[in-house]
């Protein structure tokens, strides 16, 4: 999960900012309503540094709170929302 991000951000400057930490699977960012995006790494140490290198700092002029989402944001199947547990 990544929040407070500004209301127009595109999900192509959220993957160059978090590709710099590893592989990203998948993204989706919120349009209504905005400031917030889930995005999904091919591993949880990729995750975790996303989290380690991100959270708090800047971008475009506001702290990304940057954590493993709470919840998911809908789907499923047999891997679930998110990929495999």
Known sequence: YVGNLPRDV??????ELFSRV????????????????YVTFATEDQSQGA???FNGKD????P???EV????????????????R
């Open 64 to 66: 990304m709170r940057v």
């Open 10 to 15: 595109r999900g192509d400057e959220v993957r």
């Open 22 to 37: 590893g592989e990203i699977v998948d993204i989706w960012v919120a349009r209504n309503p905005p400031g917030f995006a």
């Open 59 to 62: 971008f475009g002029g506001r």
């Open 51 to 53: 989290i380690t290198e």
């Open 69 to 84: 989402a709470k919840t998911s944001r809908g789907g499923g199947g047999p891997r679930g929302p998110r990929g495999p």
